[in-house]
């Protein structure tokens, strides 16, 4: 098949797909798919009739979505799944330097903080309990990374289908004790109407005081009013996050300051990952859209992802 890349063709992507046998074409009216690696506001409108579907290089397409840019009558794929190593790597460095204090003790900027930091730090060896909310890639991606420690691992997803690796799968509707159960929560869900907001002041305040939040999933998974309350009095002990509400985060906002938030700019993966990592994807999805099947990523609309 003929494919083109908007609004900027990536090299390595486009040699990578023509190495699979596609061949790329400049002018939109000659592809029969197009790899898009923009927001809504560069997508071609309108999308002429010759593309079969679209290809998303990122995972997330909520705004895409909500911008109208995402229409019924045009099939597409995004890159879930494809990302869960590096996302679930920055997922891990957040959640142990959260623990650890690194950031209370980075503004610190003293040794004095030493015994101070000791009492609050924790360990993942010693008996915790990890919740990976929304048990897709990412999740999946981080279970053979927590498993060294030990910890009991709790899967939380949609269907309640069990998820390997796990000690414990429930699906999110069931899932009401483990807020008060586990000593971790990694929240990895995209972000829909029934997921927007899920970490309130009502959850945050089921949770265990020796808590941690980790967010690599959207920003808007999480009431940020609501978590830096929890956070200034000790209603949970952290969070960590690299997806944030609003986001970019603006200077002077008080998770900045607190030293029980630990954050990270949204670098979990950013284009330069996808430029190394999306193209396989995107060869498998072109396959079955060709051969007649429902592609491996596509985007359910009515779900949301």
Do not use: C
Request: hydrophobic share 45%; charged share 20%.
């Amino acid at each position: 098949m003929k494919f083109t890349m908007y609004p900027a063709p990536w090299d390595n992507v486009v040699d990578e797909v023509a190495a699979a046998g596609h061949e790329f074409v400049d002018r939109i009216e000659d592809a029969d798919f197009l790899i898009f690696n923009g927001g809504p506001r560069h997508f071609p409108d309108p999308l002429p009739e010759n593309i079969g579907f679209v290809q998303h290089v990122f995972t997330g397409v909520e705004h895409l979505i909500g911008s109208g840019t995402i229409k019924p009558n045009v099939r597409w794929a995004n890159s879930a799944g494809v990302y869960g190593t590096p996302v679930a790597e920055i997922a891990m460095a957040l959640l142990l330097a959260q623990l650890h204090q690194v950031k209370a003790v980075t503004q610190a900027g003293s040794f004095d903080i030493r015994w101070e930091a000791d009492e609050k730090q924790g360990w993942l060896f010693s008996g915790r309990t990890v919740a990976l909310i929304g048990a897709g890639g990412i999740a999946k991606a981080m279970i053979p990374m927590l498993r060294p420690f030990g910890v009991k691992i709790i899967a939380v997803n949609r269907s309640g289908d069990d998820v390997d690796g796990a000690d414990e799968t429930f699906a999110i509707d069931r899932a009401e004790h483990v807020w008060g159960e586990a000593d971790a929560f990694v929240l990895t869900m995209p972000l829909t109407d029934e997921t927007r907001g899920v970490i309130d002041a009502e959850v945050l305040g089921k949770m265990k005081p020796n808590a941690v939040v980790v967010n690599v999933g959207r920003g808007q998974l999480v009431v940020t009013d609501d978590l830096v309350d929890a956070l200034r009095d000790g209603v949970i002990a952290g969070a960590a996050m690299d997806v944030t509400e609003p986001e970019p985060l603006p200077e002077g906002h008080p998770l900045w300051e607190l030293p029980n938030a630990t954050i990270t700019p949204h670098i979990a993966a950013t284009a330069r990952i996808a430029r190394k990592m999306i193209a396989p994807q995107i060869v498998d999805n072109a396959a079955a859209f060709e051969a007649g099947e429902r592609m491996p990523t596509e985007v359910d609309v009515e779900a949301g992802y």
